[in-house]
Every structure is written in C-alpha cells, then in structure tokens.
C-alpha cells in the first residue's frame, strides 16, 4: 500500500492527523458551544467591558482548536458584543452614551410590544411562573448582581411569553448589548425597589389580560430606567471632565 493509501484510509500520516483536527473543529455543535460558552460570559459580566481577549487562550480554556473559537468572536461581533480591531486586538465592546439613550428607546418600543402581547397569549402555566417571578422579586429585596439576575429573569420570561420569534431575536440582541448598563441602573440607590414595584405592576397587567396597560407600563418602566442612566452617565462624564481638568488648574 502507497503512502497516499495510507493517509486516505486515515493512516498515521501528518496529513490525517490535520484532516481529523479540522473535522472536529468545523463541527457545527462545537461552533455553537463555543459561541454560547463565551456570549454567557460576556453577558453575565464575566469578561468585563474593554477586556481584551485571546483566541488562543480562550482555545486552550475550553480544549478546541482556534477554529470554532474564530467562528464565535465573529458572531458575536455581529451581535456588537466584540469590538475586533485590525491589528488591534478582538475586545469587550462597549457602547457610548449616544447608542445606550438610543437603545433603551428601542428596548422601550419592542419590551411595550412583548408585554401586550404575553398578556393576550401567555398560558395558565406562564402565568403562574410569572407571578412567581414577581413573588420572588417582593420578599428578596435584593440588590447588585442578585437584583439584575432577578430581573433579567422577569423581562425574559416576558419575552418567551409574548410567544412571537420575530420579536424575542432582537430583544436577545438588545439585552447583550445593555447589560453592563443594567448593572449600572439597578446599582443606583433605590432602583432595584422601583425596578420590583415596576414588574408587579406589569404582571397585574398581563394577569387581567390588558394589553394595552401592559404595554403603557411596560414601557415607562424602561422609560424610567433610561432616565435614571441617563442622569447617572452625565454625572459621571462630569465628573471625569472635574477630575482631568484638575491637574492642568494646579500647574497653571
């Protein structure tokens, strides 16, 4: 048998070894693991906003190759939760005080819209979840990381139940890129406490079946949070401005 024989029939050669390393890492399961391992850990903070990553390290951590790896920062580029810079590095994206305003009016618009709809569709079992969601939300009294978990888990609920797959794929998408902001929001005194009062009232709504109340709530519950940013990023911005200028006062 001819040494090309051997590597057809997946001899030892060096070339059967490459052609089963690129199989496994071009297997679709593996590409989706890779892409849902590393979008978890971005949206639950465990990557920070501006962190640099490594393919390579990330390969090593998860023991693949690089290619599902590469497959799954382009992804996420795509969903704007990785800024990949020519030359520059692949970083955490973040978003300017522009594009946060501008996607809380948006998530405003399209969480008004889930709401209307799970209170005309979500089921006697939905609802029951749903009411303890909010049952959870009135004797926690959480704060930090716990009040967004608790949180997310409410306005994601909503957006299964509104039942509409043409509505849940952007939410998906708006959320990944919010989140170190929802940190921010839920964090400021006495947000986490509006932010609970807020979804009982929407549940009231969806429970009665009032599309229309769950929908106006909805959204000035998100309007309310946009604001409360809002305020909290100039302030900081401000602040920074203070800070900076500070030295250059003291040398003049």
Known sequence: MSENDSD?????????????????ADHPSLQE??????????LEG?????????????????GISRNPVRES?????????????????????SISIEEAD???????????LAARLAAERITPDELEHLHTLVHEDEHDHVEGGAAVTEADQFHRAVHQYAHSTQLLEPLELLYGRIL????????LPGRANV???????IYQAIARRDGARAELVMREHIEGARISLMRHLEHVVVADDVEESA??????
């Open 73 to 93: 920062v382009r992804r996420l580029q795509q969903d704007g939760l990785l800024d990949v810079r020519p030359r520059g590095g692949i970083f955490v994206a």
């Open 8 to 24: 057809r029939m997946g001899g030892t050669g060096e070339g059967a070894s490459s052609l089963s390393l690129i199989t496994i």
């Open 247 to 252: 030295p250059r006062a003291r040398k003049a």
């Open 46 to 62: 465990h990557l920070a906003v501006g962190e640099r990553i490594y393919e390579s390290k990330i390969a090593e951590q998860l």
């Open 33 to 42: 693991r890779a892409y849902q391992t590393l979008r978890s850990a971005i």
């Open 180 to 187: 170190h902001y929802r940190n921010v929001t839920l964090a």
């Open 195 to 201: 932010a609970e009062a807020g979804h009982f009232e």
């Open 102 to 112: 501008d996607i809380y009016r948006v998530r405003g618009a399209l969480e008004a």
